[in-house]
C-alpha cells in the first residue's frame, strides 16, 4: 500500500493507496499548528493500515516548506519508509518547459502526471486551491507552462477585508445572476467572476497554443464551478493523489532498473 500526502496552503489532502485503487482520501487543515507527533497520531487514525505496516511506500508532495518535515518525520516513523518527495527532479518522464524547472510546485507536477494517466493531451488541469493554477499539457508528456491567478476564496476574502462596507458572506451558486442584496451581488459576482474567468483563460491558452485540449478541473471548488462552465470535461477531485501514485510506481520501476544493472552478471 501507499501513503500519498499533498501539503497544500489551504488543506492538507492524504490518501492510501492498495496498487492503482485509491482506497480512501482526508481532507485536514494546513493552517493548524502540529508537531511531528500530532501528524503521527493523525495518520494513525485516519489509516489504520499503517499499524499493521501494510503500507510499503510514501509519496509527498508539499508546497508549505515548514510543514514538509513534520510529514517526512511522521511518515518515515510509522512505516520505515523514506517518502518520495515530489519535485522538478523526482518527475521521471515528464517534459518541464519551464525556464527553471524547480521553479514548478509539487502539486502541480503530480497534477500533470496525474492528467496524462488518467486522461488523453493536450490537456488543461485547472486546480481550485489558495490559487486557482492552469496547468497545459501537450502531446509527449511536455509541460508547458501555466497561468496562477489568485484563489477564489482567496480573492473574496481579500474583497471583504479591504472593503469596510461588505460583510462576510457564504460563498455558494447564487440564485440569480443579479443580486437583489449585497450578500446575493458579491455571491454572483464571486461565482461567475470564477466561471468566466475560467473559460476565457482556458480559451486563450487554446487559441495561442492552437489546441482542442481536454480540460480538467480539480481543488475545493471544481465539483461546484463544472456545472456552470462552457469548458471543463471532467472533474477529478482525487487528481494530485493519482498523481502522486504514478510518480512513486516510476521511482520504484527506475530504482529497479538501477538494480538489475548493478547486478554483477553471472559467469
Do not use: C, W
Not at 9 to 17: E, H, I, P, R
Not at 92 to 119: K, M, Q
Amino acid at each position: 500500500m501507499l501513503l500519498a500526502i499533498d501539503i497544500g496552503n489551504t488543506d492538507v489532502t492524504l490518501g492510501l493507496f492498495a496498487g492503482k485503487r485509491l482506497v480512501r482520501s482526508f481532507r485536514v487543515s494546513s493552517e493548524t499548528r502540529r508537531t511531528a507527533d500530532e501528524v503521527g497520531l493523525l495518520l494513525n487514525q485516519v489509516f489504520p493500515e499503517i499499524r499493521s505496516k501494510k503500507v510499503r511506500g510514501v509519496a509527498l508532495a508539499s508546497v508549505v516548506p515548514p510543514q514538509t518535515p513534520l510529514y517526512l518525520d511522521a511518515a518515515r516513523r510509522l512505516t520505515g519508509h523514506a517518502a518520495l518527495e515530489v519535485g522538478a527532479t523526482s518527475a521521471h518522464g515528464l517534459a518541464i518547459e519551464y525556464h527553471d524547472p524547480s521553479a514548478v510546485g509539487a502539486d502541480r507536477i503530480a497534477n500533470a502526471v496525474g492528467a496524462f494517466e488518467r486522461y488523453r493531451a493536450p490537456a488543461i488541469v485547472v486546480d481550485f486551491g489558495t490559487a486557482t493554477t492552469f496547468d497545459v499539457l501537450l502531446t509527449g508528456r511536455r509541460y508547458r507552462g501555466g497561468v496562477i491567478v489568485p484563489g477564489v476564496v482567496t480573492g473574496a476574502e481579500q474583497l471583504v477585508r479591504r472593503a469596510a462596507r461588505l460583510g462576510a458572506f457564504e460563498l455558494k451558486p447564487p440564485a440569480r445572476v443579479v443580486g437583489r442584496t449585497t450578500e446575493e451581488s458579491l455571491q454572483s459576482g464571486v461565482f461567475y467572476g470564477a466561471v468566466g474567468q475560467v473559460d476565457s483563460i482556458v480559451r486563450l491558452i487554446a487559441k495561442e497554443e492552437r489546441i482542442r485540449p481536454v480540460v480538467i478541473a480539480t481543488g475545493g471548488l471544481a465539483a461546484a464551478i463544472a456545472p456552470h462552465s462552457t469548458t471543463i470535461d471532467h472533474v477529478d477531485p482525487d487528481l494530485t493523489l493519482h498523481g502522486l501514485m504514478a510518480l512513486h510506481a516510476r521511482h520504484l520501476a527506475r530504482r529497479a532498473g538501477r538494480a538489475r544493472k548493478a547486478k554483477p552478471k553471472s559467469k
